[in-house]
């Protein structure tokens, strides 16, 4: 992968040694890693910085952090192919303080372009809870259509919610973007 991704908001970049204690706060919020709640909250930067390291050996995988152009650190976003050039599966995660102001969105849009266009992918997987309605609206937003509901898999605030998985064609990325797909031909 580039060493860096550019969009007009954020960044992505190689995450550094002083992220890992903003990633551990992250992963310890049971509101944002609702996933997570039934684990304990034993995340440290030293961890985080274990489990992200052992995620980027692997092959076609990343993990990268999202910053705005003025350094501030609002996130992470991840990817990992499944079959190298066929499928891959990403994440996000961001601080609350930093939801709603379209840096999401772009970093999510910076990695769909790598791996559809620079990768070649021909899905992209992902998943969110039913308790975060506005992260569903955001996923659809980019194009991915709900593939598999999980019932009531997850805990948030202390009620039961659902688990979506969901997912967009390389098709259905081309088009929704008005891009002619190169490896499709004339």
Do not use: C
């Not at 992220?19 to 034993?42: H, I, M, S, V």
């Not at 350094?71 to 976003?77: A, Q």
């Not at 499944?82 to 939801?99: C, L, S």
Request: glycine content about 8%.
């Amino acid at each position: 992968m580039r060493e860096k991704l550019e969009g007009k908001l954020v960044r992505l970049r190689p995450v550094t040694e002083k992220d890992y204690e903003y990633f551990a706060g992250l992963k310890n919020n049971l509101f944002t890693q609702a996933w997570n709640q039934r684990l304990p909250l034993n995340f440290t930067p030293e961890k985080m910085q274990k489990r992200f390291e052992e995620a980027n050996a692997k092959p076609n995988a990343a993990i990268l952090a999202i910053e705005k152009h003025d350094g501030t650190l609002v996130g992470n976003i991840n990817y990992h192919e499944g079959t190298a050039r066929f499928d891959a599966t990403f994440g996000i995660a961001m601080g609350k303080e930093h939801w709603g102001k379209g840096l999401g969105e772009e970093a999510q849009e910076m990695i769909l372009e790598f791996l559809f266009i620079e990768r070649g992918v021909q899905v992209i997987r992902l998943w969110t809870q039913g308790g975060f309605p506005w992260a569903v609206k955001a996923a659809e937003k980019l194009g991915f259509k709900v593939m598999v509901r999980f019932r009531e898999n997850t805990i948030i605030d202390g009620r039961a919610v659902d688990t979506i998985y969901m997912d967009l064609l390389r098709e259905e990325y081309f088009k929704s973007r008005n891009l002619k797909d190169m490896l499709i031909g004339p």
